[in-house]
């Protein structure tokens, strides 16, 4: 009888233990979207159209995502918590468009792991100007590498500028970077001639040579010219919270760009 007693207690104890490590979600990773659905409380309307990426670290969560048939992207980033079959982000800056979003906005999101990658799925989304909620739907495809590097984390951009010649450009933009599992997302808004905003993206595998050198391979980009193309920047870290990275060009130019590492 105590035998049988102590074999139900350990397999209660067993399925307790999996049911607390199911229902908190084990984000770090990057993931590929596969499908976006959005019900407007009548029916699902699936939206095959839109490409993303989306990246946790430890601390931070960013996506990016680009419009396969009029090419606008948009993207954002912000720190996360998890609990019990959710996932928390609350996000500090995002870009979409014409549009620059800098106040604070969380979204809990219910979780649920899949053998592949995970679901997300947001029951009260704002969408609309008019204030209209819609269910968001979104399923991931775990597409991590186990690589490591310095770079791994959130960064913002300090300061970019170009040199041709002699003559040095400072550019006026907001730019954001997170590198973690093998892949980059990066995201920027800036003003263009007619002073309007603008959002633009890059998603990409990256791998280094050593701590000097940083070669980005994009797979998705607002500029289709990106896609398919390797970059490479020479890296300067200095110690583990601050880095430049330099792109040189065949015309002999440089673009140059200082990032600071965002903590939590």
């Known amino acids: ?31 590929k979207m596969l499908s976006q659905v959005v019900n407007d409380g009548k029916r699902d309307t699936a939206y095959g159209g839109v490409k993303q990426l989306k990246i946790y670290t430890t601390d931070y969560v960013m996506y990016a995502n680009v419009s396969t048939t009029d090419s ?25 468009d014409t549009s620059i979003s800098t106040k604070p906005v969380s979204y809990t999101l219910d979780i649920l792991k899949t053998a592949n990658g995970y679901k997300q799925v947001i029951p009260d ?92 391979s994009f797979i998705l980009s607002t500029y289709s010219t990106l896609n398919g193309q390797t970059l490479e920047h020479d890296i300067t870290m200095s110690g583990n919270d601050e880095y430049q990275q330099t792109i040189s060009y065949q015309q002999g130019q440089k673009s140059v760009e200082r990032y600071q590492r965002l903590k939590k």
């Not at 607390?20 to 084990?26: D, N």
């Not at 399923?139 to 490591?148: G, I, R, W």
């Open 125 to 216: 989304i704002v969408v609309t100007a008019a204030g209209q909620k819609f269910k968001l739907t979104e399923e991931y495809e775990n597409v991590s590498s186990p690589a490591k590097s310095p770079l791994d984390g959130a960064w913002k951009l300090v300061k970019a500028y170009g040199i041709s010649g002699n003559d040095t450009i400072v550019f006026q933009l907001e730019q954001f970077k997170t590198f973690y599992a093998g892949y980059v997302i990066w995201g920027r808004t800036n003003k263009d001639s007619t002073n309007a905003n603008r959002t633009s993206i890059g998603c990409a595998t990256f791998s280094m040579n050593g701590n000097n050198k940083l070669k980005e």
């Open 72 to 96: 606008v992207s948009s993207f954002g980033i912000g720190t996360y918590t998890t609990n019990e079959g959710k996932v928390t982000e609350h996000m500090i800056y995002g870009g979409s």
């Open 1 to 31: 009888m105590k035998k049988g007693i102590f074999g139900l207690a350990a397999v209660a104890a067993f399925s307790f233990n999996m049911r607390v490590a199911k229902e908190i979600p084990q984000m770090p990773g990057a993931y």
